[in-house]
T-cell receptor
Framework: RKEVEQDPGPFNVPEGATVAFNCTYSNSASQSFFWYRQDCRKEPKLLMSVYSSGNEDGRFTAQLNRASQYISLLIRDSKLSDSATYLCVVNSGGYQKVTFGTGTKLQVIP | NAGVTQTPKFRILKIGQSMTLQCTQDMNHNYMYWYRQDPGMGLKLIYYSVGAGITDKGEVPNGYNVSRSTTEDFPLRLELAAPSQTSVYFC?????????????FGSGTRLTVV
């Protein structure tokens, strides 16, 4: 089993739709979790951290389910500008144990 | 602030050639990293540094070397380029290590070895 797994997509959704991505991780000792956004041929950029109680930033909501070992990202009212690849990142204990998922591609359609 | 600056943005190397990928950050971050990203793969850690004069290997260090003489600079050296090193290379930095700090990435270097 991969350390971090994501559905590669692509997820094609119309503008205004709500879309959710999941990311599963294998190490139950994982300590911290992040979502990064990567535009085509650009560098990854931190979108948001994922806290145990769940957290929201505008149209974006991140949740953590430690029992089932997955994190999720919910995007409401999708915009064309949300089209990107979303990377799940899991930290299992320091810089040597940061694992990046392969990403989920989102395409928002007019 | 410029953040993390990488040069060059693109490069084509012939097999056996050498080059240095430059990385500079102006955020006074102690922690710096080099990653490579191959199509369909997650970013893989090549080398990292926890401060000037301190470097260590990551997951995929073979064929690469690094140095960290200053807090700002963290160059990555390829000594004998091989086609397997064709990739996109990202330098990153963070304020601290540990669970609650994300990374700031440079814009990347696209390297092709032919």
């Amino acid at each position: 089993r991969k350390e971090v797994e994501q559905d590669p997509g692509p997820f094609n959704v119309p503008e205004g739709a709500t879309v959710a991505f999941n990311c599963t991780y294998s190490n139950s000792a994982s300590q911290s979790f992040f979502w990064y956004r990567q535009d085509c041929r650009k560098e990854p950029k931190l979108l948001m951290s994922v806290y145990s109680s769940g957290n929201e930033d505008g149209r974006f909501t991140a949740q953590l389910n430690r029992a089932s070992q997955y994190i999720s990202l919910l995007i409401r009212d999708s915009k064309l500008s949300d089209s990107a690849t979303y990377l799940c990142v899991v930290n299992s204990g320091g810089y040597q144990k940061v694992t990046f998922g392969t990403g989920t591609k989102l395409q928002v359609i007019p | 602030n410029a953040g993390v600056t990488q040069t060059p943005k693109f490069r084509i190397l012939k097999i056996g050639q050498s080059m240095t990928l430059q990385c500079t950050q102006d955020m006074n971050h102690n922690y710096m990293y080099w990653y490579r990203q191959d199509p369909g793969m997650g970013l893989k850690l090549i080398y990292y540094s926890v401060g000037a004069g301190i470097t260590d290997k990551g997951e995929v260090p073979n064929g690469y070397n690094v140095s960290r003489s200053t807090t700002e600079d963290f160059p990555l050296r390829l000594e004998l380029a091989a086609p397997s090193q064709t990739s996109v290379y990202f330098c990153a930095s963070s304020q601290e290590t540990g669970p609650n700090y994300g990374y700031t990435f440079g814009s990347g270097t696209r390297l092709t070895v032919v």
